[in-house]
């Protein structure tokens, strides 16, 4: 099945910065998604995005199946988007659960 | 129903109790998920349920796991003689077959 591996894995930034996230597969995937969990537990869904690229707001995300990988762009950040970001995409063979990175912890400094 | 609800939120057991966990999925996901998280660690993998298939339990920790789906919706996380190490939060998703996951909120379990 597959890993998932997650960079940086800490990151701090001051409010107004942009950052980029890495999600790195060890192979092919057809299902992929973002989550950022909040300071209280919850995983909010940012992006399923199997290929190519989206954008909400002042986030954004591209996903190269290719060449396993995929990146969330955080733009202009504050101090909400604070918290752990994860990725994740299924283990495949026989069963489709979701494998996750190890995240990325995200701090925004006023 | 409009999200994945879980209960109860929080619960606090005696070493040895029993526990039941319980998820309600999205109405008309056919496949649901268990992971765990301690403290300021990653999702761990629990079990798996995809319409009518088997189960996947490769992630259950020990035989005190086990969960069960009934109807193809509720479904329940039993843990049996809880330990101190099963302190974690329990959290359950739901999709639609092969695409996007939703999570709830999660139930925050303390073994005392």
């Known amino acids: 099945g597959i890993q998932v591996e997650q960079s940086p894995p800490d990151l701090i930034l001051q409010e107004g910065a942009n950052s980029t996230l890495r999600c790195n597969f060890s192979d092919s995937v057809n299902n992929l998604q973002w989550f950022h969990q909040n300071p209280w537990g919850q995983l909010i869904n940012l992006f399923y995005?199997?290929?190519g690229t989206k954008q909400n707001g002042r986030l954004s995300a591209t996903t190269v199946a290719t060449e396993r990988y995929s990146l969330l762009y955080i733009s202009s950040s504050q101090t909400t988007d604070s918290g752990v970001y994860f990725c994740a995409g299924p283990y495949g063979g026989a069963t489709n659960k979701l494998i996750f990175g190890t995240g990325t912890l995200l701090a925004v400094q006023p | 129903g409009a999200g994945v609800s879980q209960s109860p939120s929080n619960k606090v057991t005696e070493k040895g109790k029993d526990v039941e966990l319980r998820c309600d999925p999205i109405?008309?996901?056919?496949?649901l998920y268990w992971y765990r998280q301690s403290l300021g660690q990653g999702l761990e993998f629990l079990i798996y349920?995809?319409?009518?298939?088997?189960?996947?339990k490769s992630g259950l920790p020990s035989d005190r796991f086990s969960a069960e789906r009934t109807g193809g919706s509720v479904s329940t996380l039993t843990i049996q003689r809880t330990q101190q190490e099963d302190s974690a939060v329990y959290l359950c998703?739901?999709?639609?077959?092969?695409?996007?996951?939703?999570f709830g909120q999660g139930t925050r379990l303390t073994v005392v």
């Open positions: 995005i199997p290929s």
């Open positions: 109405s008309g996901h056919t496949a």
């Open positions: 349920f995809q319409g009518n298939s088997a189960p996947d």
């Open positions: 998703a739901s999709s639609l077959s092969k695409v996007e996951a939703f």
